[in-house]
């Protein structure tokens, strides 16, 4: 049974691990190189002094394993080690390098994220739903994965197993890509007019949000899967070629939208298999305190689930739109019934 743990780096993933534990009961400690962001972590999380900790975890970058690993080792020479880094096999090669032997490790990264880093955002739910991948190697002892899956398990994630190779191509698609192709369009906007820039919509701020992210952390993450973004961004500087080279054809533009409909398509909805086809639902509402608060409360008075929603209002104006995302009965089981009490409700949409 888990009851104290070590973690290694008070970054925004460390301190998040940190408060959902304590949280459980689990007695943490974290360290840090720089003194303020361990106090600070520490402070957090109610940390105290850990001894014999079942659990050790590098939250910190693969570049650093080997700064830390032989003192670690030596301050819990019997505990299991786990890394929460977003490539796999470069630290499964700095741990073969180590006096830790393979059987204590367990290589794993969590699907989750913020585009800010540090304890300061740290999250107690950060991982709650979320997936965490998990990528043993031949060598890794039962009782070592276990202790790993019942701390995934504390902190409301689900773990998925995966080789370490097969793991690293996923996520230069899933992860990294999205992240240089943010990091592209907001780079393009450093020469746009500031009066242009004061006509963007909510599409410019989507794309761009993650390119606010560490640029640090985030240059060691692509160089550590440099082969396998390598691969993705070939593909998508052929595709771009192959746009530009027909950007006088509009059924070849057309086709190229259209499949990236497609694709995103494939995404999974938020509880995970085939993504959701919602039907929406726009009401008018006045621009004033308690008017979302009472629409959610209806919802929860006829058993109408929202899966999503989003807000337009424009500054000055009296109203906004608010526009709820729900399965196509629900819209129409709301819909009536907001009317029938005096909602400004509008026309289903598809």
Not at 14 to 40: E, M, N, R, W, Y
Not at 98 to 107: H, Q, Y
Not at 305 to 315: A, T, Y
């Given at each position: 049974?888990?009851?104290?743990?070590?973690?290694?780096?008070?970054g925004?993933?460390?301190t998040?691990?940190?408060?959902?534990?304590?949280?459980?009961?689990v007695?943490?400690q974290?360290?840090?190189?720089?003194?303020?962001?361990?106090?600070?972590?520490?402070?957090?999380?109610?940390?105290?002094e850990?001894?014999?900790?079942?659990?050790?975890?590098?939250?910190l970058?693969t570049?650093?394993?080997?700064?830390?690993?032989?003192?670690?080792i030596?301050?819990?020479?019997?505990?299991?080690?786990?890394?929460?880094?977003?490539?796999?096999?470069?630290?499964?090669?700095?741990?073969?390098?180590?006096?830790?032997p393979?059987?204590?490790?367990?290589?794993?990264?969590?699907?989750?994220?913020?585009?800010?880093?540090?304890?300061?955002?740290?999250?107690?739910?950060l991982?709650?739903?979320?997936?965490?991948?998990?990528?043993?190697?031949?060598?890794?002892?039962?009782?070592?994965?276990?202790?790993?899956?019942?701390?995934?398990?504390?902190?409301?994630?689900?773990?998925?197993?995966?080789?370490?190779?097969?793991?690293?191509?996923a996520?230069?698609?899933?992860?990294?890509?999205?992240?240089?192709?943010?990091?592209?369009?907001?780079?393009?906007?450093?020469?746009?007019?500031?009066?242009?820039?004061?006509?963007?919509?909510?599409?410019?701020?989507?794309?761009?949000?993650?390119?606010a992210?560490?640029?640090?952390?985030?240059?060691?993450?692509?160089?550590?899967?440099?082969?396998?973004?390598s691969?993705?961004?070939k593909r998508?500087?052929?595709?771009?070629?192959?746009?530009?080279?027909?950007?006088?054809?509009?059924?070849a533009i057309?086709?190229?939208?259209?499949?990236?409909?497609?694709?995103?398509?494939?995404?999974?909805?938020?509880?995970?298999?085939?993504?959701?086809?919602?039907?929406?639902l726009?009401?008018?509402?006045?621009?004033?305190?308690?008017?979302?608060?009472?629409?959610?409360?209806?919802?929860?008075?006829?058993n109408?689930?929202?899966?999503?929603?989003?807000?337009?209002?424009?500054?000055?104006?009296?109203?906004?739109l608010?526009?709820?995302?729900?399965?196509?009965?629900?819209?129409m089981?709301?819909?009536?019934?907001?009317?029938?009490?005096?909602?400004?409700?509008?026309?289903?949409?598809?």
């Amino acid at each position: 049974m888990l009851t104290q743990v070590r973690i290694v780096g008070a970054g925004l993933i460390g301190t998040s691990i940190a408060l959902g534990l304590s949280a459980h009961g689990v007695k943490v400690q974290l360290f840090d190189i720089d003194p303020a962001a361990q106090a600070l972590a520490n402070d957090l999380a109610g940390a105290g002094e850990v001894h014999a900790p079942e659990l050790v975890i590098l939250a910190l970058p693969t570049s650093g394993i080997a700064m830390v690993i032989e003192s670690e080792i030596a301050l819990n020479p019997h505990s299991t080690f786990m890394d929460v880094g977003s490539v796999k096999t470069e630290p499964i090669e700095q741990i073969k390098k180590s006096s830790l032997p393979l059987n204590r490790f367990v290589p794993t990264h969590p699907m989750a994220g913020r585009e800010i880093g540090g304890a300061r955002s740290a999250r107690a739910d950060l991982f709650a739903t979320r997936t965490w991948v998990v990528t043993p190697t031949a060598d890794c002892a039962p009782e070592s994965l276990a202790l790993v899956e019942e701390l995934i398990q504390i902190l409301g994630a689900s773990v998925i197993t995966l080789d370490a190779d097969e793991h690293d191509r996923a996520v230069a698609t899933i992860s990294h890509l999205p992240q240089i192709a943010a990091s592209l369009v907001a780079h393009s906007l450093s020469s746009t007019p500031p009066a242009w820039l004061e006509l963007c919509g909510q599409g410019l701020r989507d794309t761009t949000r993650i390119a606010a992210s560490d640029s640090k952390l985030w240059s060691e993450i692509i160089f550590s899967n440099r082969d396998e973004v390598s691969t993705v961004l070939k593909r998508l500087h052929r595709d771009l070629g192959t746009l530009i080279e027909s950007i006088d054809d509009q059924n070849a533009i057309e086709g190229f939208i259209a499949r990236g409909a497609q694709g995103q398509a494939l995404i999974p909805g938020k509880h995970g298999g085939k993504s959701r086809e919602y039907t929406y639902l726009p009401i008018v509402i006045d621009d004033k305190p308690g008017q979302l608060a009472a629409i959610f409360n209806e919802c929860a008075a006829i058993n109408v689930n929202v899966e999503d929603f989003s807000i337009e209002h424009s500054p000055g104006q009296l109203n906004a739109l608010i526009t709820l995302a729900l399965s196509a009965s629900d819209a129409m089981v709301l819909s009536d019934h907001l009317a029938g009490i005096g909602w400004n409700v509008h026309a289903i949409l598809k």
